[in-house]
């Protein structure tokens, strides 16, 4: 039996584990798929390179708005996915050959099973491993549906190296997954259908952000809410989707994708068989990283329900310091910002409004639109708006949402300030904000948070 100092299960995060600083140690490195993880291979990148020239097309089919006049563009559906893939995937393939060049380390092709809390068997092989992490990330779940086995579908992995794009999609979901790949394929010319088991899109959203982005993609994309779907079936060269509680509603469309969210694939890893604590379908760590097992750790989806690459990627710090330091450092991960690439783009970090109520909390809305800074205006964008929440008695943010161009990039402030604990009153008028810049939206809405806070404060 081969022996190791250190197992990595999982390529994508996991990889970044190793340092200089282990070049004394022997290590495995176990992959089932291709080299590089979810987010580099099926994931954050290739979706967002996609996501970013459906911005583009949306940008020129508005330009009218702006006294342009321009043609309808013209999709090449293989020379996007030859600019995309054709960076990707040489970058995963020289990834993978680097590792296996290090002297001191071993790649596994295969997939990982756990035989006990020290030993993983790796296809027809078990290795033995005295520190073991887990960084398998979460797979598409696929919901229950009669006949889906047996027809043609797509998830999120498969999708976006499809080989011409369909003339009509049914996208089951009304998640994030859903919502940015009905904007790419909406924007590509596909005629999207979602079909959405609740009443709105991007639930986990704050109400104010969802009524907005309900209205807004709905012109673009045919979503049909509350739709229970009763059966899924192949006739000649389309799948019919039938749906509806009060009498059958069909749907024909030339592809299916399934978008219904992300769980770890912990039935295959067996981790059961090491004595890894679970819960709700991802395994239990501590603030060090470690699960209930000693030597064994986990970070990133497998672990973390927000799955997002930029907690895995500090939790990968966490552990690559822990492995081989006894000064152990604990992970720190509040506030969680995220962000949603469809159109408009959505950014968040803290409590929704909906949240802060179930809480019976006490807090102070302030919203400023686009429109109403010079920017905006100069933009002609009509549908975004930033919206703090904040606490009438200290004035920290309790939370913070935007809709609308460049959010991911305008959160970032109102992040820093949640963060290191300044106060709206701060953020508003501690500095300058250049003006006309977008950024005017945050200030202006700080500004108006400051004054509700202001005004609770003295009775008003």
Known sequence: MQKYDLIIIGTGSGNT??????????????EKDVFGGTCLNRGCIPSKMLIHVADVITEITHSHELGITIGSPTVNWPEIQSRIFGRIDPISNSGEDYRKNLPNVTVYSGEASFVTSHEIMVGDEVIRGDQIVIATGATPVLPTINGLADVP????????????????????????????????????????????RGNTLLPQEDISIQERFVKVFSERVDVRFNTTINQIKQKDNVIVCEYGDNGPSLLEVDMLLIATGRLPNLDSLNVGTAGINTKNGYIVTDEYMRTSVE?????????????????????????????????????????IPHAVFTNP???????????????????????????????????????????????????????????GP????????????????????????????????????????????????????SGF
């Open 345 to 403: 783009q959505i950014s968040s970090v803290g409590y929704t409004q909906q949240t802060l109520d179930d809480m019976n909390a006490s807090y102070v809305t302030a919203t400023e639109e686009y429109s109403d800074v010079a920017y905006g205006w100069a933009m002609e964008n009509t549908t975004g708006f930033c919206k703090i929440i904040a606490d009438p008695t200290s004035g920290m943010i309790l939370g913070a949402h935007i809709i």
């Open 406 to 457: 460049q959010s991911s990039t305008m959160i970032h402030q109102l992040i820093q300030g949640m963060k290191f604990n300044q106060t709206v009153k701060e953020l508003s008028k501690g500095f300058l904000y250049v003006h006309p810049a977008l950024s005017e939206v945050v200030e202006n809405a700080l500004i108006k948070a400051s004054d509700e806070c202001e005004q609770r404060q």
């Open 295 to 335: 030597n064994i750790w986990a970070l990133g989806d497998v672990t973390n329900p927000h799955q997002l690459k930029h907690t895995a990627n500090a939790e990968a710090k966490i552990v690559s310091h822990n492995l081989i330091h006894s000064d152990l450092r604990q992970v720190d991960l509040k506030p």
């Open 17 to 30: 584990i190793i340092t200089p600083e282990f070049d004394d140690l022997e290590i495995a490195i176990i």
């Open 153 to 196: 579908f797509h998830t999120s992995d498969s999708i976006m190296r499809i080989d011409e794009l369909p003339g009509r999609l049914a996208i089951i979901g009304g998640g994030y997954i859903a919502t940015e790949l009905a904007h790419v394929f909406s924007a590509f010319g596909s005629d999207v259908v979602m079909l959405v």
